[in-house]
Structures are given as structure tokens and as C-alpha cells.
């Protein structure tokens, strides 16, 4: 695992790569799924999330995303600021992880659907839409089918089958 040591001087010192670094070099890392640890300097107290919610801050504030706005809104901080002391703090962090994790699983299975569809028909690529369409009729089928496996037959299978039967 990468170290970096904070000086009491603010600056960031990565010690695998015997140099001075920024927290954009840090947010770098992490895009990257680098593993690392900061602490401080002198009485080696891990200070990582302390500078990764720096990096939150930093992005928040520059709106560094495709919509130029932050991440959370001010109603999603004052949510999360009601959670502190409550004693749900500890399911709601469980709960953010897992809902976050899922999330970027979503994601990728997207990416790679979408690369597998363009694969099998590069003209396919000329119409989103239509392509976007077939991924959403395959993640249903998909989900369908998971569950189906762990739960038997669904309403949402009784319902397709009318609706099917309409047409």
C-alpha cells in the first residue's frame, strides 16, 4: 500500500514515488483504484479520510463534473448532517457503501453492454437511441431473470405475459 506522509507544513509527501504531491494527484490515485494511506508526518496518525473528504470539498466547490453543478445538493448535505449522532448513522454509512457499490456495478455492466453492442453492429452506434432501447430491453430480460431464479414466478412475468396476449 502507497504512503503518504502530511508535513506540518501542509504538503504531501508520497513515499513510493519520493516526491511532493497535490490532492489532484490523490483524486489521480484513486481513479486509478490505487491503495493508499496518509498520515501525519510526525505522530503517524492516519489522517486519509481527512483528505479525502478534502477532496470532496475541492471537487464540490470547482463543480468538476459533466453538469458543472456538485455532486450533492444542499438538501442531500443537510440529509446526511441529520444522520450524525442518530442511531441510524451506523445502516445509513452500510447503507450509502452498498447503494454506491450497486451503483457502480450498474454502471460498468452498462459500458461493457454498450461495447459489446457496438462489437456486434458498429452501424448500430450511428442511432444511441435505438441502441440505448435494446440495452434497457436486455437489462430487463436480465433482471427478469434473476428474479425468476430466487423468487419463482413474479406479477411483473403475469403482467408482461397479458400485456403480450393484448397485442
Known sequence: MRVIRKYAN??????????????????????EGENFYVEDSKSGEDLTRNILLQIITEQENQGNNESGRPMFSNKVLQQLIRFYGDSMQGSMSGYLEQSISTFMDQQKLLREQMQQAIKANPMQAANPMEMMRKLAEQNLLLWKSLARNNFGHSASDKDTHENEDDQ
Open 10 to 31: 501542509r504538503r504531501l509527501y508520497d513515499t513510493s514515488e519520493s516526491r511532493y504531491v497535490t490532492l489532484e494527484d490523490i483524486r489521480q490515485l484513486i481513479i
